[in-house]
T-cell receptor
């Protein structure tokens, strides 16, 4: 089965600093990849998606992600983090149905 | 506004009781899902439904049951057979994605937190 792995369980970053969250996928063909965000006690919201084409995709809230086939990665980045970015982030891949990684919790310190 | 509504937001259950979590969507989506979320384990798929009157087991279906009598509704029953039901439950829906069950863009409700006393 196709899957995604998020190596980092928890990341702490200072407000205004850059953020990068890692995601590695296991898939034979070109995958459909996604990043979702979950605020505490809430449902998930789609940040961005990659189907094909440009390997750098832009999402909402100032996030972007880069698809690198050679590294089987789809890392999420934000140049300058705001306190409201504190949340849990999930990478996901479609293999008939959507499969999620275990998530990375982001803490933002003042 | 279109979206997904889950109720109740918080639910307490005594051991041995069945409870039903409600999920309603007005997005006209064919596919609906139930996920369970536990700390450090991400989201695990319980059941999904591609069309009315049809549903399939996900990865952790034991101790759960569902129905899909209407396109808009996909209730989940947590039965007494579920040995560790305390968790956060998320309902979602999506448009179909051709040969795939989903396009990948899921719309989520705000979740229901079930606690067994």
């Amino acid at each position: 089965a196709q899957s995604v792995t998020q190596p980092d369980i928890h990341i702490t970053v200072s407000e205004g600093a850059s953020l990068e969250l890692r995601c590695n996928y296991s898939y034979g063909a070109t995958p459909y990849l996604f990043w979702y965000v979950q605020s505490p006690g809430q449902g998930l919201q789609l940040l961005l998606k990659y189907f094909s084409g440009d390997t750098l995709v832009q999402g909402i809230k100032g996030f972007e992600a880069e698809f690198k086939r050679s590294q089987s990665s789809f890392n999420l980045r934000k140049p300058s983090v705001h306190w409201s970015d504190a949340a849990e982030y999930f990478c996901a891949v479609v293999d008939y149905k959507l499969s999620f990684g275990a998530g990375t919790t982001v803490t933002v310190r003042a | 506004d279109g979206g997904i509504t889950q109720s109740p937001k918080y639910l307490f259950r005594k051991e041995g009781q069945n409870v039903t979590l409600s999920c309603e969507q007005n997005l006209n989506h064919d596919a609906m899902y139930w996920y369970r979320q536990d700390p450090g384990q991400g989201l695990r798929l319980i059941y999904y439904s591609q069309i009315v009157n049809d549903f399939q087991k996900g990865d952790i279906a034991e101790g759960y049951s569902v129905s899909r009598e209407k396109k808009e509704s996909f209730p989940l029953t947590v039965t007494s057979a579920q040995k560790n039901p305390t968790a956060f439950y998320l309902c979602a829906s999506s448009a179909r994605g051709g040969k795939s069950l989903t396009t990948g863009e899921l719309f989520f409700g705000e979740g229901s937190r079930l606690t067994v006393l």
